[in-house]
């Protein structure tokens, strides 16, 4: 499985950027895809995870100015920020959990720089 991360940037607060992460090769058998995001200094952290079933889950920070969604037919999960903040500033990656002959394998893309500054 590849990941293939974009939409990053500079946008000034309270402004919005959509992420995507495309998924390409042998992508059968994927439970979860989600974002996760690492700033300067820190831990990489959840920021949201959508199922295959299309249950989401999202950190407490995120909630209500942040939404993920798949499209199936091309394999790609979106993060919709709105109302983006200073902390928001991070780089942002994608994560994917195949479950593929009894085990759980974890993929992840390059990143993408988001950068929430006036």
């Known amino acids: 499985v590849q990941l293939q991360a974009s939409g990053g940037g500079l946008v000034q607060p309270r402004g919005s950027l959509r992420l995507s992460c495309a998924a390409s090769?042998?992508?059968?058998?994927?439970?979860?895809m989600g974002w996760y995001r690492q700033a300067p200094g820190k831990q990489r952290d959840l920021v949201a995870v959508?199922?295959?079933?299309?249950?989401?889950n999202y950190a407490d920070s995120v909630k209500g100015r942040f939404t993920i969604s798949r499209d199936n037919a091309k394999n790609t999960v979106y993060l919709q920020m709105n109302s983006l903040k200073p902390e928001d500033t991070a780089v942002y990656y994608c994560?994917?959990?195949?479950?593929?002959?009894?085990?759980?394998?974890?993929?992840w893309g390059q990143g993408t720089q988001v950068t929430v500054s006036s």
């Open positions: 959508i199922t295959s079933g299309g249950a989401t």
């Open positions: 090769g042998s992508i059968t058998s994927i439970n979860y």
């Open positions: 994560k994917a959990e195949q479950y593929n002959s009894g085990s759980y394998y974890y993929y």
